[in-house]
């Protein structure tokens, strides 16, 4: 059976991500955690730093898995690690990075199937992005709130996340909607906020919203409320 999923809006790695951090934490059950900083472009050591600072206070020993090319997503050491964890975060950056750094490679293949065997599996902002079904990239400069879909990772299918929703995340839902039409939901997820896939079922934790947006309809999930309508994990 599949572990624990985090669809996390950013602002990882600080408080008010406690909640759905110790249940990461308790979901890896003492296995290796691991944090993959394939969405940062300069220094990538800096966000492995914060992810094992921030895990310590939770009680958790965290490195990094490096994946910072694609010939780094076939080094047999690495991959055998991947697939021997417990936790597996992938940190926020450039939202077509990861997809580029990680798709069809051997890592992240060791990386679903710890996940299908009960391990954690989060993402935050591009990281999160990256598990949906297509990942929202800049469609071109400087206009930073209009975007193009891109093939993604597709944990969770038929979808695409909006990370950093109440502050700027909702501003790309004109063109989310234009490139994938209206009727593909869209996860919007507040910062220091997880959509988290947990017993079955979603269900928002941290400290403010998820919002599931889908034609015209806005659906706003606070806290410690399932999320009726999202789609559920491809686990196979």
């Given at each position: 059976m599949s572990g624990v999923l985090a669809l996390v809006g950013g602002g990882e790695f600080e408080r008010g991500n406690e909640t759905q951090d110790r249940i990461l934490v308790e979901a890896a059950a003492g296995r290796p955690a691991y944090v993959v900083c394939a969405a940062v472009r300069l220094h990538p050591e800096r966000a492995a730093e914060a992810a094992r600072r921030w895990f310590a206070t939770l009680g958790a020993d965290v490195s990094?898995?490096?994946?910072?090319?694609?010939?780094?997503?076939?080094?047999?050491?690495?991959v055998e690690a991947a697939r021997g964890a417990g936790l597996v975060y992938v940190a926020g950056g450039d939202p077509g990075r990861t997809v580029q750094l990680l798709a069809g490679t051997a890592v992240w293949d060791a990386i679903v199937a710890a996940w299908q065997g009960g391990a954690a599996l989060a993402g935050s902002s591009a990281g999160a992005m990256a598990l949906g079904e297509w990942s929202l990239?800049?469609?071109?400069?400087?206009?930073?709130?209009?975007?193009?879909a891109v093939d993604a990772l597709?944990?969770?299918?038929?979808s695409a996340v909006l990370p950093h929703f109440d502050t700027f995340g909702q501003r790309w839902i004109p063109s989310a909607q234009t490139a994938l039409g209206a009727a593909t939901p869209l996860i919007g997820i507040d910062e220091r906020t997880a959509a988290l896939w947990h017993v079955g079922a979603w269900t928002t934790f941290g400290r403010g919203a998820v919002t599931l947006i889908i034609d015209s309809?806005?659906?706003?999930?606070?806290?410690?409320?399932?999320?009726?309508?999202?789609?559920?994990?491809?686990?196979?």
């Open positions: 990094e898995l490096v994946v910072h090319s694609r010939p780094d997503a076939a080094v047999p050491s690495t990239v800049r469609d071109r400069w400087p206009q930073h709130d209009t975007r193009r597709a944990i969770v299918p038929g309809q806005r659906q706003r999930v606070a806290a410690g409320a399932p999320i009726a309508g999202m789609p559920q994990p491809r686990d196979r």
